[in-house]
C-alpha cells in the first residue's frame, strides 16, 4: 500500500499522525504544555546500553550515545577519517542495523547526530504505537473488518520499518 504514495506523501502523513496522537495524548493525561509532553516522552523512552564518546579540547569531556531504539542495543557511531567529504554511520552491535548519518567533522559529530536521530525515532515509534484497530464487537464474524483490520497492522509495520529507517 504505501508503494504507491510517493515518499514525501508518506513522511507528510506519519508526522501527521505524530501531531493528532500528541494532541490526544496531552489532553488526555492533562499537560498543559508541549514541553510537558516532551518531557513525558523522553521519560517514557527505552533504555538500553549506552555508548560513551569522549574528547579532549581543553577539558575531557563524554557524551553518552543512545541506545538503538529498536532492539537496546549498543550503538557504535564512526566517521570515516577523511577530511573533506566525511560520512557518519551508526550501527547497532547487536541486530546489525546501521543508518547513515549524512557528513560529519569527525566521531564526536556522528555521535551528536545519532543522538538527534535516535530521540526522533523513538519517540516516533512510541506514537505509532499508540495507533489501535478496533473492530466493533458482533454476534457474527465479519470477513472484510477482519481483513481491513489485518491491513492496517501491516500497514503499521511498514511505517514502524520507515521510521526506522535503518539499512
Known amino acids: ?3 504507491k504514495l510517493p515518499f514525501g506523501s508518506i513522511i507528510y502523513y506519519v ?4 501531531r493528532t496522537l500528541l494532541e490526544r495524548s496531552s489532553r488526555k493525561r492533562g499537560f498543559s504544555s508541549e514541553e510537558e509532553v516532551k518531557n513525558f516522552l523522553v521519560k517514557e523512552g527505552i533504555g538500553g546500553v549506552e555508548m560513551d564518546l ?3 579540547v581543553d577539558k575531557e569531556e563524554t557524551l553518552r550515545v543512545e541506545p538503538c531504539p529498536v532492539c537496546s542495543g549498543e550503538i557504535a557511531v ?3 577519517g577523511y577530511s573533506t567529504f566525511n560520512p557518519g554511520r551508526a550501527e547497532c552491535k547487536s541486530c546489525k542495523r546501521g543508518w547513515e548519518l549524512g557528513s560529519v567533522n569527525d566521531t564526536w559529530d ?5 543522538n538527534n536521530r535516535a530521540r526522533s525515532i523513538s519517540r516516533r515509534l512510541k506514537l ?4 489501535t484497530v478496533n473492530i466493533p464487537l458482533s454476534s457474527s464474524r465479519d470477513y472484510y473488518l477482519e481483513d481491513k483490520a489485518e491491513e492496517a497492522e ?3 509495520k511498514e511505517l514502524a520499518n520507515m521510521i526506522v529507517g535503518a539499512k
Not at 508526522?15 to 505524530?18: E, F, K, L
Not at 556522528?110 to 545519532?114: L, P, S
Request: proline letters at 0%; aromatic letters at 4%.
Open 110 to 114: 556522528a555521535g551528536v547526530k545519532w
Open 1 to 3: 500500500m504505501l508503494d
Open 78 to 80: 564512526r566517521d570515516c
Open 154 to 156: 501491516e500497514l503499521k
Open 54 to 56: 569522549t574528547r579532549r
Open 128 to 131: 505509532l504505537s499508540l495507533l
Open 15 to 18: 508526522q501527521a499522525i505524530s
